[in-house]
């Protein structure tokens, strides 16, 4: 039963257990077949995973399963202890005679008590340790799993890997495995004992055996995939409850409250009737076996009752024999419950090794820069500022969409398409493709090399950032970008603008190398610097503060940092003043359990460590939407400050960050549909022009937008 049980899970709908075709993961897609959730592991590769944690353990797992073995079998004198008291008293012996008895009773409790509790806790810590292991393994490749397989997965589902499935299996190491390895070994030697008393005893109460292995094949054969479909279920749950509760403000101004619930309410009762099938099963499976512990029981009683009628054994060995049978059930139930936290538990394993099992990135340290320095102690647990890199796809032959810098001067600028003039410059630096993320790997490097072949150096009005035919789907066959070509020039700040899903994040995010292009190629080449760090660094709205002192969630970004740096660094951004104002000014400390910052001051943090990260690219995406408007105005101008120096792309949601730009793109429907200087697109009257205008209006109270509309970002 129990082999059975452990391996349950559900590879939902990827084959069959030890089916070589079947692949060791599989990606399953949630009950509404919306989001491919991450891997899965098969049962075969589930099992071979927990063999491989316990193995560096056999000390530890054979001491301990020898003196569980030792307690049981002491344990196993009681019942013919009491045979012999029974045999005593129904040959009228004085009282004395029951005390030696009765005396060995207690010695053999407490031989049982003290082996069965050392047992447990060997087996308990081999577990512990085990699991401790996986649970390593696990942190360690989720935090570098893709972005983009992360949010297709949703966040919800590692989320629910994270919390519900560790737990689980944690739980199941704790308590169910050390309770069921002791269920089993009772039962095991129990049978041993009742042939030692009677072979005959032994085959009458082996008369349960075929109800009971029955039962449980049936069970876990109807068990195993329910399990996995309710995981799979949870996990599609956790996910709409993510989506609707974090989007709540966008649910809303769309007024989609009504779709949301009924979404919510749907898999909540797909997870619901999961369940109540789980109940129902279990309690069929119960009622199977109670009505085998009555055969076997009557069995043995009426074996009991014709040996003693025939002189074979005495009453005392047939009351044994009974008490023995009897003291089955508990044991057997026991496993059985058990295999069922195992076939839960199980399956919870099965994800976690699915999730531990994806590979290593070819890049061993893939947040970071290449020559980036070496990570002190304190930064190893930590991840720095979102940092990225390019990467490389064959560029198609393509006119690049490009307009001229607007700082280039008339005679300076390059024919469309074609590359800026260089001048030889010999004090400019090398040129370098240096960039975080996978750039050793080798597709980035092909950007540098370019560069280098171009050249060896930037100089102003060189390109940064190249963009060449980019198209992108995040779903096969849903394009949200088409053909974008753009370059951005060093030093040069651009405003990307757009209405709401004209794919202004899609393309900083590919930009900042989240996500790799479905077609066409970005590539990057930037200056070497004195100081290795990221060549881009991206900030959106979603900035986290890590618990812990303040300091230290600002040395994520450079942890050499002296505090004059962290400093100086503040008030670049004018945070200087809030943070020298707090109970233990750069050691206070924030995040969970710590100070509360607002959502202004936790992006303020993310503008410092922008400063001290010090990418020559930066790419910021809604940096200031979190704040009210004079916070706003705040934070633009820590945004602004922040960028000086960098070539910069801003996604402005704001327009007054577009009329200060060098140069503003208007994206509409996943392509670039205007290019140039503010003023210039405004006497345009072109699509910004309308943009602008009804964004003023909006700003001036003249025009409510319904919140279905499709409006700019403001
Ligand atoms: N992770 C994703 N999976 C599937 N589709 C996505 C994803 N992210 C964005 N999209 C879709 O891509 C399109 C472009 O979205 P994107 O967020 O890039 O636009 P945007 O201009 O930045 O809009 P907003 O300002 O509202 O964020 C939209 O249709 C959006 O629904």
Do not use: C
Not at 6 to 23: C, E, F, I
Not at 44 to 62: I, N, Q, S, V, Y
């Amino acid at each position: 039963m129990s082999g059975g049980a452990g391996m349950g899970d559900g590879a939902a709908g990827t084959g069959v257990a030890g089916d070589r075709l079947t692949p060791a993961t599989s990606a399953p897609v949630s009950a509404e077949g919306e989001r491919a959730l991450l891997p899965t592991a098969n049962p075969a590769r589930t099992w071979a995973a927990a063999r491989e944690l316990l193995r560096p353990h056999r000390g530890l797992a054979f001491g301990g399963f020898a003196v569980m073995v030792a307690a049981t079998a002491a344990g196993l004198l009681i019942q013919p202890l009491l045979g012999h008291i029974v045999d005593l008293v129904a040959g009228r012996r004085p009282a004395q005679a029951l005390t030696a008895p009765a005396a060995l009773l207690v010695l053999v409790a407490v031989v049982q008590g003290a082996g069965t509790a050392l047992g447990l806790s060997l087996i308990s810590r081999l577990g512990e340790t085990a699991l401790a292991r996986l649970r390593e393994r696990f942190v360690e490749r989720a935090l570098r799993l893709p972005l983009a397989q992360v949010e297709q997965a949703g966040s919800g589902d590692l989320t629910a890997r994270v919390t519900g499935d560790v737990s689980r299996v944690a739980e199941a190491v704790r308590t169910a495995l050390p309770e069921l390895a002791r269920s089993l070994l009772a039962i095991v030697l129990t049978f041993g004992a009742l042939a030692v008393l009677d072979w005959r005893f032994l085959l009458a109460a082996l008369l349960v055996v075929p109800i009971q292995a029955h039962t449980a094949r049936w069970y876990v054969r109807n068990a195993v995939p329910l399990y996995a479909r309710q995981r799979v279920a949870d996990g599609a749950q956790r996910q709409q409850l993510l989506d609707s509760i974090s989007g709540a403000s966008t649910v809303r101004a769309f007024r989609l409250e009504a779709e949301h619930e009924e979404r919510v309410t749907q898999r909540s009762w797909s997870a619901v009737e999961l369940t109540m099938r789980g109940v129902r099963l279990v309690l069929r499976f119960y009622s199977r076996l109670h009505v085998a512990e009555y055969i076997g029981l009557a069995a043995v009683l009426v074996a009991g009752f014709l040996l003693v009628r025939g002189g074979a054994v005495s009453i005392g060995t047939a009351t044994a024999a009974a008490l023995y049978f009897h003291s089955l059930f508990a044991p057997i139930n026991s496993a059985l419950v058990l295999a069922d936290d195992a076939q839960a538990a199980a399956a919870s394993l099965a994800r976690l090794v699915g999730v531990a099992d994806q590979a290593a990135p070819e890049d061993p340290a893939p947040e970071r820069a290449p020559s980036e320095r070496p990570a002190p102690e304190r930064a190893s647990s930590k991840r720095p500022v979102p940092e990225r890199v390019p990467y490389e796809r064959p560029a198609p032959e393509r006119v690049p969409y490009e307009r001229p810098a607007p700082e280039q001067a008339p005679s300076e600028r390059p024919a469309p398409g074609l590359p800026a003039p260089r001048r030889p410059s010999p004090g400019r630096p090398a040129l370098d493709g240096q960039s975080s993320e996978g750039a050793s790997a080798g597709p980035s490097s092909e950007g540098a090399e370019r560069a280098e072949d171009a050249g060896g150096s930037l100089l102003a009005g060189d390109p940064v950032v190249t963009v060449s035919g980019v198209g992108h789907a995040y779903e096969a066959g849903r394009s949200v970008l088409h053909d974008v070509d753009l370059v951005i020039r060093r030093g040069e700040r651009v405003a990307l603008v757009g209405a709401s899903g004209a794919g202004k994040t899609t393309l900083a995010k590919l930009i900042a190398g989240v996500h790799r292009p479905t077609q066409g190629s970005v590539r990057l080449a930037v200056p070497e610097r004195d100081r290795p760090g990221p060549a881009v660094a991206l900030i959106t709205q979603e900035t986290h503060v890590f618990a812990g002192p303040l300091a230290e969630d600002l040395r994520l970004a450079r942890p050499e940092a002296t505090d004059g740096d962290l400093r100086e660094a503040l008030a670049r951004v004018e945070a200087l003043t809030w943070v020298e104002a707090l109970p233990e000014g750069l050691w206070t400390v924030v995040g969970d359990g710590g100070h509360r910052l607002t959502a202004m001051r936790t992006q303020q943090l993310a503008l410092a460590r922008l400063v001290l990260a010090d990418p020559p690219v930066a790419v910021l995406d809604e940096a200031t939407a979190e704040a009210g408007s004079t916070g706003a105005r705040a934070l633009e101008q820590a945004a602004l400050r922040a960028i000086e120096g960098r070539t910069a792309l801003v996604v402005a949601h704001r327009l007054t960050q577009a009329a200060t730009a060098d140069r503003v793109v208007v994206m509409d429907g996943g392509r670039v549909v205007e290019s140039g200087l503010h003023d210039e697109l405004l006497a345009a009257g072109g699509p910004y022009a309308a943009l602008w205008e009804s964004w003023s209006d909006a700003r001036s109270g003249e025009l409510h937008l319904p919140p279905t509309h499709n409006a700019p970002i403001i």
